[in-house]
């Protein structure tokens, strides 16, 4: 899947993402992905001890893979997969703040990190 998103120009950060996450999958996730129900893909995401913002990242992935598994005829085309429909953890926060550049240019000074 990398290998196919980076021939069809996905950026890295997106590619360095999955290089980072793709991992944890496989392992949970051994063996035939035909194998895996949705009842176990929620199981493993509720396992995981994660803000809500990475959970949906993960979620994400494995929703990706499993298209790509039915787009490349490892799971049945005429389906929807296990991983369709997964629910999305709920972000609890505050409002996004947006910093200009000379506020971010202070708040690096106070935090004492040098620029190299």
Same mark, same amino acid.
């Given at each position: 899947m990398v290998k196919t998103k980076r021939h069809d120009g996905a950026s890295e950060s997106y590619l360095s993402d999955l290089a980072k996450r793709l991992p944890f999958i496989t392992v949970a996730f051994a063996g035939p992905i035909n194998n895996? #129900? %949705? #009842? %176990?893909?929620?199981?493993?995401?509720r396992s995981l001890v994660l803000t809500p913002r990475s959970h949906n990242n993960f979620r994400n992935v494995i929703v990706t893979l499993w298209r790509f598994a039915k787009q490349s005829g490892y799971l049945p085309r005429d389906r929807s997969t296990e991983a369709d429909g997964l629910p999305r953890a709920k972000a609890i926060g505050g409002a996004i703040e947006i910093f200009r550049h000379g506020d971010f240019a202070k708040l690096i000074v106070k935090a004492g990190v040098g620029w190299g």
């Open positions: 895996v #129900s %949705r #009842s %176990r893909i929620k199981e493993w995401l």
